[in-house]
């Protein structure tokens, strides 16, 4: 029998088989069942045929039980790539893909999507976020979810809810109106639930109006009361901190084995204190999800096999393509390969390209082609130089795998070993990179004393070269024998994750010769109480070189000149965008916006790449031909990157959230808690919505985006103008490809009322749809407007009846159809 797919409705009443099972756990087993085993695995009990479940990292790729290079993952476009593309389908074959994925991982559970809000631009973690609008996001994410769930595993919507930024994130206590909750919030959860029926909610961190969100009412009402959820609510990891939360819609505690129930919890059910019935209702819960994904005996499946299937690798390319937003183009793009014979490419991300933004969502590829790259591959009748331009890097780069030899095997890479106090060798690893982080698996971390780390490593250049590490804690660094620096690194801040995977470095001056290899050895001293409960991470490698920056800048500006075009790359890094820490500004870092204008003075067919997950400022951005937004686009970054600016596909994207022309036209920016509280005093007005009420003009507007042909906007019409409260209008919108090449379009549709008695948005997105079409055809598309689009809660859902006027256009500023529907 097969327990709900993905596609069934939600299960209220347990399957008596599974009722069964409970009967045979005694107390203590059923609370060891909801508590994690690991790091990544829950309890299984053999007795009742239960295997564990494996969950893993998303939601741009599956990383799986560990982080390895040795094991590598499909890295797909950031999520504010997906957000740009505008296009379900899409979203439900990025699910599809990583379901597969996940499979072939032999991961049950994928941690994703994230479906927070982008309320701010400074929210550190946006690069992993749909977009600031919540419709955009609800579809997107009913679709993502779909998708993966229609292949056999389970998909995880996170973070329930008001996880919007990350200062003090473990802490911050989020105040927020019901009223902004239901209609932005939470309304991307209950489409993942209501439409999707996903098997697995992920709760948040933070507090919610003075509750922490894993003993807050909001996992009952309206997760499971409402929507009907019958699926797991997984916390955060080490989002539970008490007994108490027991009481509450909880049903899993990650990780393991430790943590604040166990035989705390078995105590308070004994003592009356927590009820037995809701321990059972946990299991139960937890029972569904294993027979779904597969891990019960004696019940199939809800997908036995992947039954959606395609070239992960290939899509990858696609959905970068699809998502890449053209803001600004004067007519250079797209160029004809055949045309050009000297290519300037320029900037640090051009040739270390941000494919992934940072934090638990980091995957490892296999292979990860920068724009340099794919515009050799792509050009190769053209001479295509490179300059740096501008440092973007920010403490240690690890070493290139090239230039590394493990001094034992003679293979490329590195030695690792575990020692214990008295220099004992306890572990070994040979590993293929200098960026390493142990997040489960085999080494005896708590065991160990000391991490030694040895390979030689040959420099390709001569000269001083800032040799070090990065991890909290005590290190060494010996080159060919000789200690040449020990540091006790200091953490930055009291996040944990950020101190974990984005953790401050220590160096040290060498003096080098090109090919004259060194023995370089890194002695880390391992903290007796790791801050994560027995994980570990350190990167070996270079710091950057600040010594010349004008110097850089000149070279490029040489280069642009000598050029007939110019790729000029910039870009964020991961000390601007990551989990576990905000922005405090929007600015490139580094002396990049400099460079920019110098390249641009000196080459006016300058075309700017932009490699960042979510806003940046572009003060130059009059001053180039083009300005292309590419995200952090996946392993396929370059070579989509070349097929867009050579024509070959066109920048399918448009803006998911607004970019702003300076940080103070931001109507909505604050994502520090003020006495440990953040305060969303805008209400339901963020994003463009803020835009409008301020009556501020930004640099580009949310929908906006470009394409390689033009259209027309030749109608729009409704099926009945009249709409019930318990019913939907069809807007129909007529358009026409009216260049000579096929494209895309992404119609959107937009409602305001006039005069009305409660305080709305200016405008506010009620459906879209992607286009396509070919040159000279004109096409329809219907979007559906629900009643919903046009309800305010008020302890309830509210519909003001009256007129509301419908527009229809390529952004929520342009906006030639309108038509008016009556609510009854």
Not at 78 to 95: F, N, Q, V
Not at 292 to 303: C, I, S
Not at 356 to 372: D, H
Not at 588 to 614: E, H, K, M, W
């Amino acid at each position: 029998m097969t327990i709900s797919s993905a596609q069934d409705t939600a299960v209220t009443t347990p399957d008596p088989r599974l009722t069964a099972l409970l009967e045979q756990l005694t107390l203590d087993e059923k609370v060891l069942l909801l508590t994690g085993r690991d790091f990544w695995t829950t309890a299984p009990i053999e007795k009742i045929g239960l295997r564990r479940i494996l969950v893993s990292d998303g939601p741009s790729g599956v990383r799986g039980e560990v982080w390895d290079e040795r094991s590598p993952s499909l890295n797909l476009p950031s999520s504010t790539a997906l957000g740009a593309a505008w296009d379900p389908s899409i979203a439900r074959r990025y699910g599809n893909v990583a379901a597969v994925e996940a499979r072939r991982k032999g991961v049950d559970v994928v941690l994703g999507p994230t479906i927070n809000l982008h309320r701010s631009p400074l929210g550190g973690r946006h690069f992993e976020a749909f977009s600031e609008d919540p419709v955009l996001t609800a579809k997107l994410a009913a679709a993502y979810v779909t998708g993966v769930q229609e292949n056999g595993v389970g998909a995880t919507p996170k973070h329930y809810i008001a996880n919007d930024f990350e200062t003090d994130r473990f802490t911050a206590d989020v105040a927020v109106s019901d009223r902004a909750l239901r209609e932005l919030y939470l309304l991307a959860f209950e489409e993942a639930i209501t439409e999707a029926h996903a098997w697995l909610v992920m709760s948040s961190y933070n507090s919610v109006n003075g509750a922490t969100v894993t003993e807050n009412d909001l996992l009952e009402t309206p997760l499971n009361s409402e929507w009907g959820f019958d699926g797991v609510v997984i916390s955060d990891w080490t989002a539970v901190r008490s007994v108490n939360s027991a009481r509450f819609s909880q049903d899993l505690v990650m990780p393991g084995p430790a943590g604040p129930w166990g035989d705390a919890l078995v105590a308070a059910v004994i003592a009356g204190e927590v009820a037995e019935a809701a321990i059972d209702r946990k299991v139960l819960r937890l029972l569904t999800l294993a027979a779904r994904v597969g891990a019960l005996a004696g019940f199939e499946p809800a997908v036995a096999e992947p039954v959606v299937v395609e070239d992960g690798i290939r899509f990858a390319k696609e959905a970068e393509i699809a998502g890449s937003v053209l803001v600004t183009n004067t007519g250079q793009l797209p160029w004809v390969a055949e045309s050009l014979t000297k290519v300037a490419v320029i900037g640090h991300n051009a040739r270390f390209a941000r494919t992934q933004g940072g934090g638990s969502a980091t995957v490892l590829p296999e292979r990860a082609i920068a724009p340099l790259d794919g515009l050799i591959n792509a050009l190769p009748n053209a001479e295509v130089t490179y300059s740096v331009g501008a440092v973007v890097q920010e403490g240690i780069a690890e070493l290139p795998l090239t230039s590394i030899v493990n001094p034992h095997t003679g293979e490329p890479g590195a030695r690792v070993r575990f020692l214990d106090a008295d220099g004992g060798e306890l572990f070994t690893e040979d590993r293929r990179a200098t960026a390493l982080v142990w997040f489960g698996g085999d080494a005896p971390i708590a065991a160990s004393k000391v991490l030694e780390f040895s390979t030689t490593y040959t420099p390709d250049a001569t000269g001083e070269i800032l040799l070090g590490f990065a991890s909290a804690g005590n290190g060494r660094i010996l080159v060919n024998g000789a200690l040449l620096h020990e540091e006790n690194v200091v953490p930055v801040g009291t996040d944990l994750g950020a101190a974990f995977l984005s953790p401050p470095s220590a160096s040290v001056a060498v003096q080098v010769t090109a090919g004259v290899p060194i023995e370089l050895v890194v002695e880390y001293d391992i903290p007796a109480e790791g801050a994560l409960m027995g994980a570990l991470s350190i990167t070996i490698g270079i710091e950057p070189d600040l010594s010349n920056p004008d110097g850089l800048i000149e070279e490029a500006v040489a280069a642009a000149a000598a050029a007939d075009v110019v790729v000029l790359v910039v870009g964020t890094n991961s000390k601007v965008e990551s989990e576990g820490y905000d922005r405090s500004n929007l600015d490139l870092p580094g002396r990049q916006d400099d460079l920019v204008r110098a390249v641009a003075a000196a080459n006016p067919r300058t075309v700017v790449i932009v490699n960042s997950g979510s806003p940046v400022l572009m003060p130059w951005r009059d001053d180039v031909s083009a300005i292309l937004l590419s995200w952090f686009g996946g392993q396929e970054y370059g070579d989509a990157v070349a097929a867009m600016l050579l024509g070959e596909a066109e920048p399918g994207g448009r803006l998911p959230t607004t970019w702003p022309r300076t940080l103070a036209d931001v109507p909505v920016s604050n994502v520090t808690p003020d006495n440990g509280v953040v305060r969303y005093d805008e209400g339901i007005h963020i994003g463009y919505r803020a835009w409008l009420k301020a009556g501020t003009e930004p640099a580009y507007a949310f929908g906006h985006g470009l394409g390689y042909t033009t259209w027309s906007l030749d109608g729009l019409s409704l099926d009945d103008a009249s709409l019930p409260k318990s019913g939907a209008a069809t807007a129909t919108v007529t358009l026409s490809n009216t260049g000579d090449r096929a494209g895309k379009q992404v119609v959107q549709v937009y409602a305001s009322r006039a005069g009305s008695a409660i305080d709305r948005p200016v405008r506010w997105l009620v459906g879209f749809a992607p286009v396509t079409a070919e040159p000279g055809q004109t096409v329809s598309v219907d979007i559906s407007v629900p009643e919903r689009a046009f309800a305010d809660w008020q302890d309830g859902w509210h519909y003001e009846t009256g007129e509301y006027l419908l527009e229809a256009g390529t952004s929520v500023t342009e906006l030639p159809l309108s038509a008016t529907v009556t609510l009854n």
